[in-house]
């Protein structure tokens, strides 16, 4: 090998190198697959999609969760079994297996545990029963044979939790502008968005939004600096102090992914914000004590929309 030739590789490697600690260094990290089963995961998919989930046969985890849409349903309150709207905003269902706790106030410690909340909650799928729900789902022949050549025995409960779950974990959004930039082409995102990005981090948001999800790491609470109350005043909720009792939870949400933040308006656990504009306005003011120029806005709006990244072909 030549002089060249190898100051060509030393020079090679010390970028790869570089590019490395670069990633490393960074709060935000690229996304990545999750391991997921295939065989559940495929069960998983039907189901979530299947009405005859609910009590009435009127929804499905898809009503909810529309993938082709954000992966949530783009109203501020979902409309439940009983035809009223829920409590709470429904979030993306993607990336959600990077989330350390499942729902707004984390009652749920993983996504099987969503899965068998929600499914007997009267206010969203409304079945009677996990007992019912087993006796309906094995009365299908489809669902029948599927679960016995993944699990080889009857259904139970824990494998209807278990097979969505899976079909959840696989939900990743993956290859994203912001993720290739990360991994060191500077071409993917614009200089709008790369000033975006050091403006998110300067102005503190970076706190409570970091780690592969950009968020779902932590709980925080909705008025740091400045009370605040988004919707009916004589309406609020207590987040998870409603699970906990503790009086510094109340008003604690789980922090959510950005991750798909440009697609799922409207925000909060409440869905009482119509904008991402606002959203930010509302944000910086009440969690940072900060007022931010309009300019600023835009160029963190832009980093923003480099966040979401695509389903990989094997989850389609």
């Known amino acids: 090998m030549n002089r060249l ?6 020079f090679g490697v010390f ?28 069960i998983g998919k039907l189901l979530f999609a299947d009405v005859r989930l609910s009590g009435n046969d009127s929804l499905s985890c898809a009503s909810c969760h529309i993938l082709d849409q954000g992966g949530d349903d783009n109203v501020a309150r979902s409309i ?53 729900t ?6 299908i022949e489809q669902y029948n044979q599927a679960f016995q050549e993944v699990y080889g025995k009857p259904i139970e409960a824990k494998h209807i939790q278990e097979v969505i779950a899976e079909y959840e974990r696989s939900l990743v959004l993956v290859n994203s502008p912001f993720d290739q930039y990360l991994n060191g082409d500077e071409s993917a995102i614009s200089d709008t968005a790369k000033t975006g990005y050091a403006l998110f981090k300067s102005y503190g948001c970076i706190s409570c939004h970091q780690g592969v999800n950009v968020g779902g790491n932590m709980f925080q609470k909705i008025g740091v600096l400045k009370d605040i109350n988004l919707r009916d005043p004589n309406d609020v909720d207590l987040g998870r102090h409603n699970i906990t009792g503790n009086e510094w939870d109340k008003r604690v949400f789980k922090v959510p992914s950005l991750r798909l933040v440009v697609q799922t308006a409207p925000y909060f656990h409440d869905g009482s914000v119509k904008t991402l504009r606002d959203a930010i306005d509302i944000m910086t003011e009440y969690q940072l004590g900060r007022k931010v120029p309009d300019e600023h806005k835009t160029a963190i709006m832009e980093f923003l929309a480099t966040l ?9």
């Open 5 to 10: 030739n190898i100051l060509t590789c030393f």
């Open 15 to 42: 970028l790869s190198i570089n590019s490395v600690v670069a990633v490393a260094e960074e709060p935000i990290k690229p996304v990545t697959i999750i391991p997921y089963d295939r065989d559940k995961a495929a």
């Open 80 to 132: 439940g079994i009983n035809g009223k709207p829920s409590k709470r905003n429904s979030p993306t269902v993607f990336n959600t297996g990077f989330n350390f706790l499942q729902l707004w106030d984390g009652r749920a410690d993983s996504l099987e545990q969503q899965v068998k909340g929600v499914i007997t909650s009267k206010a969203v799928m409304g079945m009677e029963s996990w007992d019912d």
């Open 134 to 139: 087993v006796e309906k789902i094995a009365g």
């Open 308 to 316: 979401p990244g695509e389903l990989p072909t094997e989850a389609k």
